[in-house]
């Protein structure tokens, strides 16, 4: 008797501890499965969020757009203030002076250039410059320059001859003359400078 009884407890213990068992197992299946739902939709949601952080590319302005703009600011303060210094005398040198190397800058081309100051007019911000008569009227030269293209830019002295290649000229109210952004310079046939492309761009 004694021996059903243990031999039908130890049945029931036994099927007790596979009743125990079962469980755990498929918690443990569960949990594996609900960690790789989650590390599945954490990759998901990551994708798309670098999706969505990729700006669009801009589409380009139509000529009806551009002119629209452009009436736009000349309405402006800032654009009433540039109208009339653009008809002022100084506005009527400066815009001869840009004319006179338009050409060079839209095909950009050698340049040559006589140094005539090392600093730029008072109040100026645009980082290190110098001043040069090109084609016979006076420009700033600006350099966008690392600390490590400066110290060749410093050895440069009043009346050197230097060449200067740009593909950007403009000019503000704020400024007496128009304002060359050099991208390549030599000096003695050495090249002194070369814009170092923008991080992130060009």
Request: hydrophobic content about 40%; some cysteine.
């Amino acid at each position: 008797m004694k021996n059903k009884e243990n031999s039908f407890n130890s049945s029931g213990l036994s099927s007790d501890r596979s009743a125990l068992v079962a469980p755990k197992t498929a918690k443990k299946v569960m949990y594996g499965f609900i960690l790789l739902l989650a590390v599945a939709s954490g990759l998901a949601f990551a994708n798309q969020k670098i999706q969505n952080t990729k700006m669009p590319k801009p589409k380009p302005l139509s000529a009806q757009q551009r002119d629209a703009e452009r009436k736009k600011w000349e309405a402006s303060p800032d654009g009433v203030k540039f109208k009339a210094w653009e008809t002022s005398p100084t506005g009527k040198r400066v815009s001869a002076s840009a004319a006179k190397i338009k050409e060079e800058i839209n095909a950009f081309i050698d340049m040559d250039a006589v140094v005539t100051g090392l600093s730029l007019p008072p109040g100026s911000r645009l980082g290190f410059g110098i001043m040069a008569r090109i084609n016979g009227a006076d420009y700033i030269v600006n350099f966008e320059a690392e600390r490590s293209q400066l110290a060749q830019l410093h050895n440069i002295k009043v009346n050197d001859k230097i060449m200067v290649r740009s593909r950007n000229l403009s000019y503000a109210p704020k400024y007496a003359y128009p304002i060359v952004s050099a991208e390549y310079a030599e000096w003695d046939g050495k090249e002194i400078f070369k814009r170092l492309p923008r991080k992130g761009g060009c």
